[in-house]
């Protein structure tokens, strides 16, 4: 039987099973949180970043998820440093000039704080006389570290990132470290 897992990363858990660096003792995994067997990742996301992570033990499933080529978009919530702007904003859903290339048009957005989002341990440095703001990005292409390079390119870095949606596949529910089955398809 295929199926799908959900799964909400906390912040600083690596997004692999297991740990061969110096500091594996220090560090959690997937396997600290997926108890089931033969399922994989379905894309990354990295240590430093939280939310949305897709696992499934489907190999044609797992591609299709993770391959740019099908251009499944993948929403995020990025806390940046400063006041974003209007123009920023724009920048960022025409498309960012990275070292790689240019990245494809997102959907961008200046969104409120979101009330329903746990604290992060340890938190985001703050600075008392530089503001944070929050960017809801939508992206179709997995270019590493991409949402921190865009915000970055376009001059307000990213403090904390939650992915919080890949297609239809949501992380509404989900608490940090939390696993659900779902449907194959996205619904």
Known sequence: MNNLLL???????????????????????????????????????????EGLLLLTNDGKLQHKISDPKYKLPKTYLAQVEGDITAEAIKALAQGVKLKDGVTRPARAKKVSPPRWLWNRTPPIRERKQIATSWVELTITEGKNRQVRRMTAAVGFPTLRLIRTKIGDWTLQGLKPGEVKTANRRSE
Not at 21 to 42: C, G, M, V, W
């Open 7 to 49: 799964f909400n990363k906390p912040f600083n858990v690596l997004c692999q099973f297991t740990d061969n660096s110096p500091h594996a003792d220090e560090r959690e995994t997937l396997a600290n949180y997926i108890k089931q067997k033969d399922f994989y990742a379905a894309g990354r996301l990295d240590r430093d970043s």
